[in-house]
Every structure is written in structure tokens, then in C-alpha cells.
């Protein structure tokens, strides 16, 4: 046999093996992130539309053949309410998680549509599916309010946190809104998922890199080529006025692939906040007490984990930085 069929033998051994090293991690990888769904916190407190004396009505909006968890938040007639806020939550308890800033938006006397991506909370799905499934969510709440009589007319502002961030910057270029508000949201959805790996140290830092490329074909096959939708490509497309907000200190979301430093424009106005971390829209005692919350807890017994929950101070965790949320209104109610 000569020489160069044993050079095609081994490379291909190694064409294998190199296959086997790389694809296999990039599957677990993406199922570890997306194969399960996103469900409240068993021993967590979730706020509700009561809480805040708003107005609550189902809204129809279908994704992958089901009903998705929508629902429109009001405190005066909705046909009274000046604008439209599509809320997107970030991985987690869906809008659960946010009913403090969901009843801030209706107070300021806007219709607030908040949805649960598929997998989340109160829709239906086995898994969250990837990241760009946030963004369909933000699309079908698009389609669900131009379906409904009262708000179709009314402008549209998209606002979202984290993934919530991402999913609607994804989103505005398939949707015709008059704004979006974008926080602590990141650009490349396989970029964020391989920074998150090698931030775990060890074999995620080794794995990090060369499991990237697999998990943008993944997206691809998941859901087409809008699967590695880019959040600057698609601001730049749609040419919406966009406020980013970001927190220096954010450790969830690394500066160089925040929507912060990617998005860029004459439409755009970025807001960089030194002194906050995921959660910039909080003050930093409550993100202080966000950390507290979901710290490495060593408790004794089941008693003593329930009474720390039972008493801990639960709307501490969600006050909301005033100077933040005005910036915010400012900007829904001037577009």
C-alpha cells in the first residue's frame, strides 16, 4: 500500500476522533442550556398582577401549534392607554419574575403585553428550545396585539431583560415597532452560550472554543438561518430607536458580546451604569439582596431553609432604581 492511502487512513482517524471530541460536548452543551423548561422557584415569592391592583385579561397568542401564557396588563381602559409595551423576561420564571416592572409600565399608563416563551413558566413546551425561541415569543405577541381591535393602532415599544434583551433586539427586524428597550441583553446567542461554558473554568474554557461552531449549526438546524440572529445586524436592518442599558459589573452577560458594545447607530443610545451588575434597572441594595438570594446556602435542616424564605425580605429584591426607570419612560413615551 503506499504511502499517502495510510496519510488518508489517519487523517481520517483523526477527522473522527476530532468529530466525536467536539460534536458530542456541543450536544450535552446545548441540552444542558435548552433540553428542560424554565419553572418558578419553588421557594421563591412571586409577585402578582393583585399586588398591584392591575387589571389582567388573557391574550391569544399561538407558537409552535400551542397556546402560549399571554396576558395583557392594564390599570385604567386599555383603549385609554396611550401606548403598547411588549415585555420579554430573561431565563428564569418568565414574567413571573417581573411583575414589578410589568405593573411600573402599566402605572405609567401603558398596555403591557408580557408573554412566557414556549418552555417557560405557564406555556406549554418540554424545553425552551434555544435562544432565538425568545424572539419568536416576542413576534407572536407582536401578531397577538395587532389581532386585537383596541391595541393594533397603538405604537409599540419592545423591552426586555438578559435573554428578554436579546429576543426583542432579535426580534425588531422582523417586526414593525417604534422602539426598543434592551437591558443587560447580549448580540451573538452561540457567542453568549460558549462564554457562559468558559466561564465554569476547567474544561469549559478548553471546550468553550471548539464546541462554537457546533453550536451555530445546532441554532441553524433549530430554527433556520434566523437561529444565529445577530442583535447588531438586527437593529441596523430594522433602524428602530433602541435604548441599551448595561451594568459595568455585569457578570452574566461579559461586555465584549453585550448588546452595549455591539449595537451601534444614530438610532441607538446606550447607558452604561458603573456601579451595577445584571440587574441595572434595580438599585444596587437589591441586587445586593438578588446575590444574597441566590448565594450558596448552607441550612441546617428543611425548616430552617423554609423560614429563611418564609421571612426574607422579598420586595427589597425588587426595588427598582427610580433614575432608571425614568430613563426608560422617557425614552417609550418620546419615540
Not at 168 to 192: E, Q, R, W
Not at 307 to 333: G, P
Request: a neutral charge; proline letters at 3%; aromatic letters at 12%.
Amino acid at each position: 500500500m503506499e504511502w499517502y492511502f495510510y496519510l488518508i487512513i489517519v487523517v481520517a482517524v483523526v477527522a473522527v476522533f476530532a468529530l466525536i471530541f467536539t460534536l458530542g460536548p456541543a450536544v450535552l452543551i446545548y441540552k444542558t442550556a435548552f433540553g428542560h423548561r424554565q419553572d418558578k422557584n419553588p421557594q421563591f415569592k412571586y409577585f402578582a398582577p393583585e399586588d398591584f391592583n392591575l387589571s389582567v385579561e388573557h391574550m391569544h397568542v399561538r407558537l409552535y401549534g400551542v397556546e402560549l401564557a399571554a396576558n395583557l396588563y392594564t390599570t385604567k381602559p386599555v383603549e385609554d392607554c396611550g401606548k403598547v409595551v411588549i415585555f420579554q423576561h430573561g431565563f428564569g420564571a418568565g414574567s413571573s419574575s417581573y411583575m414589578t416592572e410589568i405593573a411600573h409600565f402599566a402605572r405609567r399608563g401603558f398596555a403591557v403585553v408580557a408573554v412566557d416563551a414556549y418552555g417557560c413558566n405557564n406555556s406549554a413546551g418540554k424545553s425552551v428550545k434555544g435562544f432565538y425561541a425568545g424572539a419568536e415569543a416576542v413576534i407572536a405577541a407582536y401578531i397577538g396585539v395587532n389581532l386585537d381591535e383596541r391595541l393594533k393602532n397603538k405604537p409599540v415599544v419592545l423591552v426586555g431583560h438578559s435573554w428578554g434583551a436579546y429576543s426583542v433586539l432579535a426580534a425588531c427586524a422582523s417586526v414593525k415597532v417604534d422602539g426598543v428597550v434592551a437591558l443587560s441583553g447580549f448580540n451573538a446567542p452561540a457567542k453568549c452560550l460558549c462564554d457562559t461554558v468558559k466561564s465554569m473554568g476547567g474544561l469549559g474554557k478548553l471546550f468553550a472554543p471548539l464546541v462554537y461552531g457546533w453550536i451555530k449549526l445546532i441554532n441553524f438546524l433549530r430554527f433556520g438561518a434566523k437561529g444565529n440572529t445577530k442583535a447588531a445586524k438586527a437593529v441596523k436592518k430594522s433602524g428602530v430607536k433602541t435604548l441599551i442599558i448595561h451594568g459595568e459589573k455585569d457578570g452574566a452577560v461579559g461586555f465584549k458580546n453585550s448588546a452595549a458594545n455591539t449595537v451601534k447607530g444614530e438610532n441607538v443610545t446606550t447607558v452604561l451604569l458603573p456601579d451595577k451588575r445584571h440587574n441595572p434597572y434595580n438599585t444596587v441594595a437589591a441586587e445586593d439582596k438578588l446575590a444574597e438570594l441566590t448565594g450558596t446556602h448552607k441550612f441546617e435542616s428543611e425548616e430552617e431553609a423554609q423560614e429563611y424564605f418564609k421571612n426574607f425580605d422579598w420586595a427589597a429584591v425588587t426595588e427598582e432604581d427610580e433614575e432608571v426607570m425614568s430613563k426608560i419612560d422617557s425614552f417609550i413615551e418620546n419615540v
